[in-house]
């Protein structure tokens, strides 16, 4: 579990987080979702180490990161994964090597068994008898998950994602999802995923978190988000024709149930 309270940020002496608390559980697919500036990306800088808040408190399984050493902080970036918008694969290495590269720097495993560990890892992605490949020779979807197996060779407890979904087409960013949502239960991993991808929000939004001016507005399920009144979340889930759609046919179903009663 991860926890932030009263996180604030400013740049330049403009407030871009503003006493933002929330709270991240192990085993689901927390997302955070916003518009563009809204501060949400800044948020997940802040949680994973990048950007120190200027005050708040920040904590992993009860254990406040900003109050600890070099050597505690070290420790707990091994128990990090992260996945990357644009995949940020090594175009030089295979993706064997690509997954054996956290391996090799953080691990104290013999050889042979970081090649055994990464060979399972892309085996958990689907992606069996595609090592000796480099990252030019497969396609988008396929260097997301060869990311996503790199993500979590160490082990991590902790899994952060940025736009997941981005650059593949529908279809590829359905199974993308399901990937991380099967890896997250499995592992028992506390995932935060930031993403615009609203087909990602309803089918896996387990807790979503709605960042608008650098405050959280609005926290819930996927099933929420349909019945919320807040203003801002309606103004940002429904500027999808698609969605304003299903909204107005529940609307229409929850009228005429009303009229039968």
């Known amino acids: 579990m991860i926890e932030v309270r009263n996180i604030c940020k400013s740049f330049d002496g403009r407030p871009i987080l503003k006493n933002v608390s929330a709270i991240f559980e192990a085993g689901k697919t927390n997302l955070i979702i916003g518009r563009s500036g809204s501060g949400k990306t800044v948020l997940v800088k802040n949680i994973v180490g990048l950007m120190a808040p200027e005050s708040g408190e920040i904590l992993y399984d009860t254990k406040n990161t900003l109050t600890m050493n070099p050597k505690q902080t070290k420790m707990l970036r091994r128990e990090m994964g992260m996945l990357f918008q644009g995949s940020a694969l090594f175009d030089s290495m295979t993706v064997l090597e690509n997954v054996l590269f956290p391996l ?3 691990s104290q495993e013999k050889i042979k068994e970081q090649v055994c560990r990464a060979n399972f890892c892309l085996e958990r992605v689907n992606l069996s008898g595609v090592g000796h ?7 988008g979807g396929m260097m997301k998950r060869v990311a996503i197996a790199r993500a979590i060779a160490l082990r991590p407890k902790y899994l952060f994602c940025d736009e997941p979904n981005s650059g593949l087409d529908p279809q590829t960013s359905m199974l993308i999802d399901e990937l991380i949502s ?3 239960k499995e592992y028992m991993m506390t995932t935060i995923i930031n993403t615009h ?3 990602s929000v309803m089918n896996h939004g387990e807790k979503v978190i709605f960042i608008s001016e650098g405050q959280k507005v609005w926290e819930g399920t996927k099933e929420e988000i349909m019945d919320s009144s807040n203003k801002d979340l309606n103004e940002f889930v429904f500027a999808s024709d698609l969605f304003k759609k299903v909204k107005l046919a529940e609307n229409a179903i929850a009228k005429e149930n009303r009229v039968a009663d």
Do not use: G, K, V
Not at 133 to 139: G, T, Y
């Open 133 to 139: 490949l480099f990252p030019s020779e497969i396609s």
């Open 104 to 106: 090799t720097m953080f």
């Open 197 to 199: 991808d609203m087909n």
């Open 182 to 184: 099967d890896i997250t």
